[in-house]
């Protein structure tokens, strides 16, 4: 189908260059020559490699993305039948969105801090909720890096994401066999039965953190008991591991139900972290007499009756020992109660 290009489909759509490819259908890059705009156009074609399920899913898509409606998403845009030299097929028509893909990032040696990668999973939980909470609810199958297109760091964001590529919609059962949707390394158990529910999106795009975070294919790396093995190979903290394990948990029950809960598990962890972080650590003024134990809890205050000098009793007498003795203990003590109690108001 790469003759394709240059063709003008539809009297409309100029194909300028290949994006992708698949069994039975090519994604090109036109020009639309009435809007003078970018669009993507996705050409299935009756040929020996096409099937009635292959088309099934095609229609599927496109009419998944006429019922969708959100910026991260693209835009379905027109849907015809088209007809050439090498064949008849179905063209779809969707918005061209400008950004490169997490595969794309990644293999051109961008590393993703641990920050970085919170804020996509922030950004593809609140796509994933989404779609889940759709009428009906759309459940991607196929989320993988090369389908999350990520624009450049901008500002403090670390870039805008985009969850591209409906196309593995639907699941197709065949008489005596199953067609499995999706990636290896990015299938939970469960849609290699022909099941999927919204915790199998949940896996996958665990799957696809743990790829930019260790920059391995996940089906590359070490596994026991289903589930992937990958803290000695990731810079992340103990409860951002944590984290991505419970989405990569190959048993569904111990997966969280929803986008929604995953995300605010993500936001539980952060709030802790942050709470931690807040706990300063402030060493006690040079002539303070007391001690500051702390823990995330209480701040105990623990102090040191302070004796004046033997010097002093020998100048003033007996008669002004016990009044000298109150006024430099009681002057011992102020710096520590001081910086005590400054330390209790900032960690209020």
Known sequence: ????????????????????????????????????????????????????????????????????NHTTIPQYLDYFDVETELGKGFALVQSYIEAKSLKDWSESGRTFREEDIKDIAKQLLNILNYLHRHHPPVIHRDIKPSNILFSDRSGHSAGQVYLVDFGSVQTIVHTGT?????????????????????ASDLYALGATLIYLATGCPPDQLPQKEGRLLFKNKVNLSDSMVEWLQ??????????????????????????????????????????????????????????????????????????????????????????????????IVKNR
């Open 1 to 68: 189908m790469e003759q394709l290009i240059g063709r003008v489909l539809n009297n409309q759509y100029r194909l300028t260059s290949l994006l992708g490819r698949r069994q039975g259908r090519r994604t090109f890059l036109a020009d639309n020559v009435k809007t003078d705009r970018q669009v993507v156009v996705k050409i299935l074609l009756f040929s020996p490699e096409f099937s009635w399920d292959d088309h099934k899913l095609f229609e599927r898509e496109a009419e998944t993305l006429k019922s969708l």
């Open 246 to 343: 419970s989405l990569t948990e190959p048993s569904l029950d111990l997966r969280p139900k929803s986008a929604q809960q995953a995300l605010k598990d993500l936001e539980a962890l952060e709030k802790s972290r942050l709470k931690k972080d807040n706990l300063t650590t402030v060493s006690k003024p040079p002539k303070s007499n007391i001690t500051l134990p702390q823990t995330s809890e209480i701040i105990e205050i623990i102090g040191a009756i302070v004796c004046p000098p033997l010097g002093v009793f020998l100048r003033v007498g007996l008669r002004w020992q016990f009044w000298v003795n109150i006024v430099f203990t009681l002057v011992g003590y102020i710096p520590g109660l001081v910086h005590a109690i400054w330390i």
């Open 178 to 198: 199953r067609t499995i949707v999706g990636t290896p390394g990015y299938i939970p158990l469960e849609q290699f039965g022909g099941r999927c529910v919204p």
